[in-house]
């Protein structure tokens, strides 16, 4: 079965610390992961996905097939990285696949 | 900011009562998702629609019909028959070998 885990609801860190938002899945093919981020009155919107390989807003995430997660790091959190993160998983090479999201981890970066 | 648009903003209805959602969208997109999302449960797919004049059910069907006459419109009906209708209400579309999808503002939905 297809199924995306985010083991935090709420995760909270100080400005500056290192965060890591964990993510695992299950799927039985090739899969594409993704992080969405919805910050407070904004839309649902793509943060990164792994078969880009970029670093946006700081934020990296690699894809271990072996242990089937994709964990969203980032070295020093900021005050503007406080939002809910959704991990996300499609088919590879499927266009219109369906999209399962995990159920998110609402990140709090303290000042 | 357009793109993908929803409406109403909140919305308020009567237990018993039907309801349509409405969505929007102007990226000439194949693509249209309805999600629901609570607390806690992240987001559940719904309907999801890869082309005009067909759709498939998601994880969370029940209690819920769509239609897709026109590539930009893709609305949502609650029905009666929906259990527990108060939610958060996303609509998302996404293009032809794209993978990323573009988000409404969401509807709120209450029924009392």
Same mark, same amino acid.
């Given at each position: /079965? %297809? ?13 500056? /610390? ?17 992080? @969405? ?7 649902? %919107? ?30 020093? *959190? ?6 809910? @993160? ?12 369906? =999209? ?12 | ?11 308020? #209805? ?53 239609? #897709? ?8 009906? =609650? ?12 609509? *998302?579309?996404?293009? %032809? ?13 209450? =029924?009392?």
């Amino acid at each position: /079965a %297809q199924r995306v885990t985010q083991p935090e609801k709420l995760l909270s860190v100080f400005k500056g /610390a290192p965060v890591e938002l964990k993510c695992n899945y299950s799927y039985s093919g090739s899969p594409e992961l993704f992080w @969405y981020v919805q910050y407070s009155r904004q839309r649902l %919107q793509l943060l990164l996905r792994h078969i880009s390989r970029e670093s946006i807003k700081g934020f990296t995430a690699d894809l271990n097939k072996g242990e089937t997660s994709f964990h969203l790091k980032k070295p020093f *959190a900021q005050e503007e990285d406080s939002a809910m @993160y959704y991990c996300a998983l499609s088919g590879l090479g499927t266009s219109y696949d369906k =999209v399962i999201f995990g159920p998110g981890t609402s990140l709090s970066v303290i000042p | 900011d357009g793109g993908i648009t929803q409406s109403p903003k909140y919305l308020f #209805r009567k237990e018993g009562q039907n309801v349509t959602l409405s969505c929007e969208q102007n990226l000439n997109h194949d693509a249209m998702y309805w999600y629901r999302q609570d607390p806690g449960q992240g987001l559940r797919l719904i309907y999801y629609s890869q082309i005009v004049n067909d759709f498939q059910k998601g994880d969370i069907a029940e209690g819920y019909s769509v239609s #897709r006459e026109k590539k930009e419109s893709f609305p949502l009906t =609650v029905t009666s028959a929906q259990k527990n209708p108060t939610a958060f209400y996303l609509c *998302a579309s996404s293009g %032809q070998g794209a993978y990323e999808q573009y988000f409404g503002p969401g509807t709120r939905l209450t =029924v009392t």
